[in-house]
């Protein structure tokens, strides 16, 4: 995502970064970010939190208006759990899935009500 | 509240577990941080704000993403419900997106800011893709212009990034 930044900026367009992983962030060079210490796949905030959520994009857009240096991070101050024993297990052994090349939708029902023309999903060609 | 532990260093961990299969390490990209930062002149409260998220986000009546290095997109229009919301990915645990995808894709969160007052409006579509993409050319070369070509049809001010 931090490539995807680089490329929004170079285009005059300011960004800024969520981030649950603080490492690869600030490796691809992302021009800004808040970073959020929580397991992966709650970078925008805990589920049904709204003011959380609220707060998290706010910091973020405030960001945008106050950095001043590129590859700012800003660290949130939310903790996941009362303590980080959480961080423990966190990638110790291959946990990715089998990896296909079709489609894989969050539950049969989406399958079949898939547009096989679908006009907003779009395919890019090699470079 | 107990002590705290440094935040996980996922390169280092990831290296490790590849070492552990016996696969050559991961190349992660390392850039050096831009020379300097694009800026808006507007105030917050007139942002348009774009979004782009890695999570594996579709929209019912959208193709679903693979998982072999898919670098397609979807374009997801700002009204969409968050009922209509799915997300598909081999990586991350999507227990809570599934049931909140607010917290990798938070375009209701930006239409609430909107509605207040604190951003001006949302882009006319978000933009979703599945990360882990592991040739880091076909999202530099690719997918990242793609993307930001769509960001400057849609004449946002400021470009949200959500990434897993």
Redesign the interface.
């Known amino acids: ?25 600030r ?6 970010a808040v ?1 959020l ?1 929580f ?10 939190d ?1 003011a959380m ?2 707060d ?3 910091h ?3 960001l ?2 106050d ?5 700012t991070v800003t660290e949130l101050d939310y ?1 996941w759990a ?3 024993t959480w ?1 423990d297990g ?5 946990s ?12 049969a029902a ?2 079949s ?4 023309e ?1 006009p ?8 | 509240m107990t002590e705290r532990q440094p935040p996980v260093d996922y390169i280092a961990r990831t290296r490790a577990v590849y070492s552990s299969l016996g696969y050559p390490p991961y190349r992660w990209v390392a850039n050096e941080p831009l020379a300097a930062l694009a800026r808006t002149s507007k105030p917050r409260s007139e942002w348009r704000i774009g979004l782009i998220a890695s999570g594996g986000i579709y929209a019912v009546g959208q193709i679903a993403f693979h998982h072999r290095d898919d670098y397609s997109y979807r374009e997801i229009a700002r009204d969409t419900p968050v009922e209509d919301l799915r997300t598909t990915h081999f990586a991350y645990d999507q227990a809570d997106a599934r049931q909140d995808p607010n917290v990798v894709f938070p375009l209701e969160t930006l239409r609430g800011l909107a509605a207040e007052g604190v951003i001006g409006e949302v882009g006319a579509n978000a933009y979703t893709f599945m990360g882990g993409i592991y040739s880091a050319s076909k999202v530099r070369d690719v997918l990242a212009p793609a993307l930001a070509d769509r960001l400057v049809a849609d004449a946002v001010d400021v470009a949200l990034m959500v990434p897993v």
């Open positions: 995502m931090g490539l995807i930044g680089r490329e929004v900026e170079a285009r005059g367009i300011p960004s800024v970064s969520l981030s649950s992983a603080l490492s690869i962030t490796s691809a060079g992302a021009p800004r970073f210490d397991p992966l796949g709650r970078t925008a905030g805990r589920a049904f709204k959520q609220r998290v994009v706010r973020a857009l405030d945008v208006r950095a001043t240096v590129p590859g903790r009362a303590d980080d961080k966190v990638m110790r052994s291959d990715r899935q089998e990896r296909f090349d079709t489609p894989q939708y969050q539950c989406d399958a009500l898939a547009d096989p679908c907003t999903c779009v395919w890019l060609a090699p470079a």
